[in-house]
Nanobody
Framework: QVQLVESGGDLVQSGGSLRLSCAASGFTFSTYATSWDRQAPGKQRELVARLTSAGEINYADSVKGRFTISRDNAKNTVYLQMNSLMPEDTAVYYC???????????WGQGTQVTVSS
């Protein structure tokens, strides 16, 4: 059974930090590109950070220099370290895994991040 389970969301003050984790199971994690996306109330889901199976990384302009995506293939886990959080970072954060050489695409259930001013 395929699963992506996010954790680490919380309420934090502006300027604070959080580390999100996404544990994957049920598929060959190392052959998938992984990303973190977020959706704020009333807004479309947007890409935050992406890390391919080859190690290529890209970030949304709004988080560059503040967020860091990483993965541990031995633990089948992808992380998002978020520093210098701002109220506009408030959203539900979703983990995604997309098969590098195929079409399979999986999403987690989301974890809430709330940044107070």
């Amino acid at each position: 059974q395929v699963q992506l389970v996010e954790s680490g969301g919380d309420l934090v003050q502006s300027g604070g930090s959080l580390r999100l984790s996404c544990a994957a199971s049920g598929f060959t994690f190392s052959t998938y590109a992984t990303s973190w996306d977020r959706q704020a109330p009333g807004k479309q889901r947007e890409l935050v950070a992406r890390l391919t199976s080859a190690g290529e990384i890209n970030y949304a302009d709004s988080v560059k220099g503040r967020f860091t995506i990483s993965r541990d293939n031995a633990k089948n886990t992808v992380y998002l370290q978020m520093n210098s959080l701002m109220p506009e970072d408030t959203a539900v954060y979703y983990c995604n895994a997309h098969e590098t050489s195929g079409w399979r695409d999986y999403w987690g259930q989301g974890t809430q991040v709330t940044v107070s001013s």
